[in-house]
């Protein structure tokens, strides 16, 4: 029988070989990577963790996770409508600097239960902190992206900083994105009232026009719209359920996060780009860094909404600077 397998193998060795060496690079990893994880290897030197899993909540909502390598924690909260797999490029870069990387898809997207309700930041920071306890983070970095920067900001301020140690907000959606008479320069109403109408009736083209437009600044003259990103984009859109996402404009558009922001004291990095087509400039990153007792702003010049996928290399070194600062 022995024998058998092995003529089996080696048939499929050549044929593998035959068709080019592309094809046989599949095979390649599967006899020397394959092996290695199962006996305990990790692909960074140095990790101890590599694993991926659910924490259920106090109203029974299942948030997946993943949560690799060992040291000091950094804890990634997301964008809308995307999911944990929006932070690859963070994660990676982080993990092969000796961190600990932790990202949860928020309720209601990517592998999280699809539920109907909750969908507002008091349950987003709530859903934060049981991730942090579950996995029992001590000293954690919390870096949040547009809604994740109002998620991070609402979980400081809603359960303290006795688990954190400094906090990047990334074109985050702090304090306050929809127009008001205590904040007259934000957007209109109407604005996110055409967003909840798009996502209810074919958030699929949406999904796909979002990307390839503003969110990247892929629609700026000279720009060259790349489709891998695009197409990421929208697979992670899509994974999450319409009612959460339907739900999640109020919740990023109309808190209030000018509060929650003058509680936190622990040191924060402020990023924002000034050709942010989504979450305006003007509106949001300075009046933050402001805000706070101990924020640091730094600008890019012409970066679009999407900088942590477009300029990935410039947005991890400055993370990583300010938490060795």
């Known amino acids: 029988m022995t024998n058998q397998n092995e003529d089996i193998n080696r048939k499929r060795r050549q044929v593998l070989l035959a068709s080019g060496g592309a094809a046989a690079l599949p095979l390649a990893w599967m006899n020397t990577i394959a092996p290695a994880q199962a006996a305990g290897a990790t692909p960074t030197k140095g990790t101890t963790r590599m694993k991926t899993g ?17 040291g000091t924690p950094i804890v990634f909260s ?78 400081l301020a809603r359960h303290g900083e006795k688990r954190a140690a400094k906090a990047v907000l990334i074109a985050a959606v702090p304090p306050l994105m929809v127009k008001s008479a205590s904040n007259p320069g934000g957007l209109p109403k109407d604005v996110f009232d055409g967003i909840q109408q798009q996502v209810a009736t074919n958030r699929a083209q949406f999904y796909r026009d979002l990307p390839a437009g503003p969110f990247y600044g892929f629609n700026r003259p000279g720009a060259k719209p790349q489709e891998g990103i695009i197409q990421n984009w929208w697979r992670q859109g899509m994974m999450g359920g319409a009612k959460a996402h339907y739900d999640g ?77």
Do not use: C
Not at 54 to 70: A, H, L, Q
Not at 98 to 120: N, W
């Open 249 to 325: 404009v109020v919740a990023f558009s109309q808190t209030d996060f000018t509060e929650d922001l003058k509680k936190i004291t622990l040191p924060v990095l402020v990023q924002h780009g000034d050709d942010d087509q989504i979450v305006p400039y003007a509106d949001s990153g300075p009046l933050s860094a402001k805000l706070l007792k101990n924020g640091t702003l730094k600008t890019y010049k012409g970066y679009p909404h999407g900088m942590p996928t477009t300029h990935a290399d410039v947005i991890n070194a400055d993370i990583l600077a300010f938490i060795k600062g």
């Open 54 to 70: 659910f924490v259920t909540t106090k109203d029974g909502v299942e948030i997946f996770y993943k949560d690799w390598g060992s």
């Open 78 to 155: 997301h964008g809308w409508p995307l999911s944990s797999d929006d932070w690859d490029a963070q994660m990676m870069f982080f993990l092969a600097q000796g961190f600990r990387v932790v990202a949860h898809d928020r309720r209601g997207h990517g592998r999280s239960s699809q539920v109907a309700t909750g969908h507002d930041m008091d349950h987003y920071a709530d859903d934060l902190a049981a991730v942090v306890q579950h996995l029992d983070l001590k000293g954690a970095i919390h870096v949040g992206h547009s809604t994740g920067g109002g998620e991070v900001v609402h979980y």
